[in-house]
């Protein structure tokens, strides 16, 4: 069974070329429909499909396990997100600002009991760093890549690998904060936060996550994956970070990429489950 992709976009002025002149600021938005039913789904595989506008090109995936969840009791779950972000021509892509996140409403999230770690704590922290500071506060891992276009020089790419933590809330809402260190070209901690709050509609949950500048504005987001999944006790009752019910067959998400140039663009995935007792 074939996949069924589904992409429009209005532009504005269009993308100038990289001949010192700059970018000009412009909008695209772009909507990225997924069938529940794609030759990769069926396969098992878990690779996203790009929604390309202009030269800019993103791709955004993401899963859920176990994929067979109860109908109306929430049970735990582990999720995936996994993002790219390119020119189809090759050249430096500009600036990832700002990512925020939509989830399905029939998924959750709970901190209630779990401890909690401060940015002040991961500031200027190695990985390992990290860890020993904050384990007990660490819901996630990933890696994220950059590409660096540093004057008189060919760009280049960098990664570090990333560490999700529970914050404390915020007006009762709760808080992620993201933790990436990357040695390329130096030494460098990065460290952001992301409230989660209450969605609207199909959404039960929302968060926006501030990406930080790199190297001085040199460089620019080009890929991400992150899994979120974490279990413990408390008050004698076993939670979960993450819950989920499959009341309808498929869990839905939705991203909006926004960047420096002023380009904007959102995707929305759906992906199956299957409805158990």
Avoid: W
Wanted: contains cysteine; positive net charge.
């Amino acid at each position: 069974m074939s996949s069924l992709k589904r992409i429009s976009g209005v532009k504005g002025n269009g993308r100038n070329s990289m001949n010192g002149i700059g970018r000009r600021r412009k909008r695209i938005a772009a909507v990225l429909c997924l069938s529940l039913a794609t030759a990769a789904v069926l396969a098992g595989g878990a690779t996203g499909e790009p929604v390309r506008l202009g030269e800019l090109e993103v791709s955004i995936d993401g899963s859920v396990t176990p994929k067979k969840l109860p109908k109306k009791t929430p049970a735990p779950i582990s999720l995936t997100v996994t993002g790219s972000i390119k020119e189809k021509s090759g050249t430096h892509p500009p600036a990832l600002k700002t990512l925020a996140l939509e989830f399905s409403k029939y998924g959750h999230i709970n901190t209630k009991g779990l401890p909690t770690c401060t940015t002040s704590q991961l500031q200027q922290t190695l990985t390992a760093q990290a860890k020993k500071v904050c384990g007990k506060a660490l819901v996630g891992t990933g890696r994220v890549g950059a590409n660096i276009a540093l004057p008189e020089q060919a760009p280049f790419n960098a990664s570090g690998p990333l560490l999700i933590f529970n914050g404390a809330p915020q007006g009762g809402k709760p808080v992620l904060i993201f933790h990436v260190h990357a040695n390329v070209p130096a030494p460098t901690t990065f460290v952001t936060t992301a409230v989660i709050s209450k969605g609207h509609g199909k959404y039960g949950t929302s968060t926006l996550v501030q990406i930080p500048t790199i190297v001085n504005g040199a460089g620019s987001l080009t890929s991400f994956t992150a899994t979120i999944h974490r279990t413990y006790t408390y008050k004698g009752k076993k939670m979960s970070v993450l819950t989920a019910t499959c009341p309808t067959g498929s869990l839905s998400a939705h991203g909006e990429f926004t960047f420096a140039d002023g380009s904007v663009i959102n995707g929305n995935v759906l992906r199956p489950c299957t409805p158990g007792k």
